[in-house]
C-alpha cells in the first residue's frame, strides 16, 4: 500500500491545479449581465459572517469525520455494531443527496448561464455527460486499483517466498517487518480503502468550489444561510467520510492526513476567495466553465460512490441481508439524510 500516500498528494496537487485555472477568468472579459446592489451586498458585514462560516464549517468538518474514528471509546460506534450501520447509512443518504441536489443543480445553473454562448453550450447537456463519464471514470479507478493491489500483492508473495498456513497466503515483508494475510479480510481491506480515497476525492473537488464561491461573495444574505446548510452538510458527509477511513483501517499519519484534508477544503477555499474578491468573477465565462464542469464531475463520483460502495455495498452485504429489521432502519435512516440534505437545498 505503499502508492497510498502518495495518490493523496496527486490529489493536492489536482486541487492547486483548480484553483490556478479557476483563477484565470480575472484576466477575461465579464459577462455584462447587471448586478443588482441591494441591502443583501454588505462587504463588512459579508466579511464578519465569513469569519464565523470559516470557524463554524471547520469545527463540523472536524467534529463529523472524527466521531466514527473515536469509535474505541465509543463501543456502540464501532463498525460491527449495528448503530454504526445505521448512522452510516444516514451519512450516505446524506452524500447521495448532495450530488443530486446540490452539486448537479450548481452544474446545470452554471453550463446553462446566460453569460455563455448559446453554441455549444445550451446545444447539448454537458452537465448530464460530464456527470455520466465521471461515473464511469470512477468505476474503472475502483476496478483498476483493486486490480492493482490484488496483483501487487501476488507479486510480493512470490518475491517474498509466500508460505501456506491454514489456507491463507501469508507474505513477509521485510520493509514493514511484519505479515499480511490475502485472505477475503485482506481483499474487503483494499476495498475499503480505495473507496475512502476515491470518496474523499470527490468531497475535496466540490468543497474547494463551494469555499471559493462563498468567499468571493458579499451577499451577506446567501452566506448566512449557507452557513448551517454548510455546517450540516460537512457533519454528515464528514460521519459518512469518517466511517469509511475507518473502515479502511489506516494507520494514525495516514487518518490524520486524510482528516486533515477534508477539514481544511472549504475553509481554505473560503480564504482564496476572499483573496480574489477583486479579481474573480463567478459570471466570467471561463469560471462557469470550468467550476461548472468540475460540479459535474464531482456529482457523478459522488453518486456513484454512495449508491455503489456505500449503500449497495452495506445492503446487499450480509449483514443488512441477515437481519431485516436492522435493514429497515437503515433504510429509514437513507431517507431521513438524503431528506434533510435535500431541504437544505432550499437556501444553499
Not at 463588512?44 to 469569519?51: F, Q, Y
Not at 475502483?142 to 500483492?153: E, I, L, P
Request: glycine share 6%.
Amino acid at each position: 500500500m505503499k502508492s497510498l500516500p502518495k495518490s493523496l498528494s496527486n490529489v493536492a496537487v489536482f486541487v492547486l491545479f483548480i484553483i490556478i485555472i479557476v483563477i484565470a477568468p480575472s484576466a477575461l472579459a465579464q459577462c455584462e449581465e447587471e448586478m443588482v446592489a441591494n441591502r443583501c451586498h454588505d462587504k463588512r458585514e459579508s466579511m464578519k459572517l465569513k469569519a464565523i462560516a470559516f470557524v463554524a464549517i471547520l469545527v463540523s468538518s472536524m467534529v463529523g469525520v472524527c466521531l466514527p474514528l473515536f469509535s474505541s471509546h465509543v463501543p456502540s460506534l464501532s463498525p460491527d455494531r449495528d448503530l454504526f450501520t445505521v448512522v452510516k447509512a444516514f451519512a450516505s443518504g446524506v452524500i447521495l443527496a448532495t450530488g443530486y441536489m446540490h452539486v448537479l443543480p450548481d452544474s446545470f445553473n452554471d453550463l446553462m448561464s446566460d453569460c455563455l454562448p448559446e453554441n455549444p453550450w445550451k446545444k447539448f447537456p454537458f452537465t448530464t455527460f460530464v456527470a455520466m463519464l465521471s461515473a464511469l471514470f470512477t468505476l474503472m479507478v475502483d476496478s483498476f486499483a483493486m486490480s492493482v493491489y490484488k496483483k501487487r500483492c501476488s507479486r510480493a508473495s512470490e518475491m517474498d517466498g509466500g508460505r501456506q498456513e491454514n489456507g491463507n497466503v501469508t507474505i513477509e515483508n521485510s520493509e514493514h517487518g511484519r505479515a499480511l494475510e490475502l485472505n477475503g479480510a485482506s481483499s474487503q481491506l483494499l476495498r475499503h480503502r480505495v473507496i475512502a480515497q476515491v470518496l474523499e476525492l470527490g468531497i475535496v473537488v466540490h468543497s474547494v468550489v463551494i469555499g471559493l464561491a462563498m468567499g468571493a461573495s458579499d451577499n451577506q444574505c446567501t452566506i448566512r444561510s449557507l452557513i448551517a446548510a454548510l455546517c450540516f452538510h460537512q457533519m454528515f458527509e464528514g460521519m459518512g467520510l469518517g466511517g469509511c477511513i475507518l473502515q479502511a483501517n489506516y494507520k494514525f499519519r495516514m487518518k490524520a492526513i486524510m482528516v486533515f484534508l477534508f477539514s481544511v477544503t472549504t475553509p481554505l477555499g473560503i480564504i482564496l476567495g476572499v483573496g480574489l474578491t477583486k479579481v474573480y468573477s463567478e459570471t466570467s465565462p471561463t469560471a462557469l466553465i470550468v467550476v461548472g464542469l468540475l460540479n459535474a464531475s464531482s456529482a457523478g463520483l459522488l453518486n456513484y460512490m454512495a449508491l455503489v460502495d456505500l449503500l449497495a455495498a452495506d445492503f446487499l452485504g450480509p449483514k443488512l441481508q441477515k437481519n431485516m429489521m436492522l435493514q429497515a432502519w437503515s433504510y429509514v435512516a437513507v431517507l431521513l439524510g438524503s431528506g434533510f440534505m435535500s431541504l437544505m437545498a432550499k437556501w444553499a
